[in-house]
């Protein structure tokens, strides 16, 4: 029985806060809404957790949050931190679920990740951000819910529309468990 994490895990850790990183400085799309954008980094935050895993899910997703608030804000806004970690991890928690891996990506799997992604960025965003920036920052409630409200929205968008796409268009280049057949 192995300890920590495989190399590839690390790898895809590495690569993956990178690219996070990259996807909310320049790709991002801004609300409207002070300080929250459409970001598109959570489809691929989505498709990361679920290629490698709640660990890889939940490093990904915290540090390359907190590496962003550095960078483009000059500070780490640790309550949005700690809730792009939490939905990494969460939606990792159903990658066995989903057989991306085997070729496998239907309408049953689609049906399981939009619900874990839905689950995670919900909880996340319309709850767990909110309350966390009035317990650390002393945020009014109004303005959070609604950052909260907005961003969360979006994310599930972005992980349900390009989330989906990503991990159909991944699982289109495994091969099936079953699709090689012994010729008699």
Known sequence: MSRGLATKTIVAIGIG??????LNRFAAIPTGVPNTNFQT???????????FG??????IGFIGHALTDAIVWGSVWWSWVIVSGFVGLTI?????????????FGWKHIAIFNIAQIVAN????????PLLD????????????????VAGGFNIVTAGVLG???????AKTRSKSNSLELDA
């Open 54 to 59: 709640p660990i890889a899910g939940l490093l």
């Open 122 to 129: 919900g909880v996340g965003w319309f709850v767990l951000a």
């Open 164 to 170: 989906t796409i990503l991990l159909a268009a991944y």
């Open 92 to 104: 990792g928690l159903f990658s066995k679920r989903l057989n991306v891996e085997e070729g496998n």
């Open 17 to 22: 806060t990178a690219v996070f990183v990259i």
């Open 41 to 51: 980094s959570y489809a691929f935050l989505a498709l990361m957790a679920v290629l």
């Open 134 to 149: 009035i317990l650390i920052y002393a945020e009014p409630a109004n303005k959070v819910f609604l950052q909260g409200l």
